[in-house]
């Protein structure tokens, strides 16, 4: 009697990464899916810009839009920056107003903006933006459906 041993090792780790990169795939097309439908305008740029890439054995959901943190963790006093109201024209650029980023009271600041809007200009006031957390809840809250895609693919392999 003979026995002979076949090494099928590297056979079972390729099935394994592809697996993995299915799974990995999946999860982060539909963590996109989810993230697209918590951002907070119908139509845009931001949801367009919402993309998963694929490394190793980790997926990265996000957006490279310079403002996509912004909307994610909140500005202002709902981000944890400060408190106090501040004063914004619409169309103004930075350069063009002396006070950018100065602090007010909620008196002070409406004051300012009664001025400014007097002159004709678009003036507002504001604390900041609450946070949405698009991509948090796309991560977090679907975590077991996302198990579960991991679960079925490697079965699978």
Do not use: C
Not at 139 to 144: G, K, S, T, W, Y
């Amino acid at each position: 009697m003979s026995t002979e041993l076949i090494d099928n090792s590297g056979d079972v780790k390729a099935a394994f990464n592809a697996a993995l990169n299915r799974a990995l795939e999946k999860i982060g097309l539909k963590a996109e899916g989810y993230a697209i439908l918590k951002v907070p305008v119908a139509e845009g740029t931001l949801k367009q810009s919402i993309t998963h890439k694929v490394e190793g054995d980790e997926v990265y959901v996000g957006s490279d839009l310079f403002y996509a943190p912004y909307v994610e963790l909140g500005t202002g006093v709902f981000a944890g920056k400060g408190d106090g109201w501040w004063v914004y024209v619409k169309g103004a650029t930075a350069s063009s107003i002396a006070a950018h980023g100065k602090r007010y009271t909620e008196e002070k600041a409406r004051q300012v903006v009664a001025i400014l809007k007097s002159k004709g200009l678009d003036a507002h006031m504001t604390q900041g933006r609450k946070p949405t957390h698009f991509l948090r809840d796309a991560a977090l809250n679907h975590a077991q459906e996302y198990g579960e895609i991991l679960r079925q693919e490697l079965e699978n392999a």
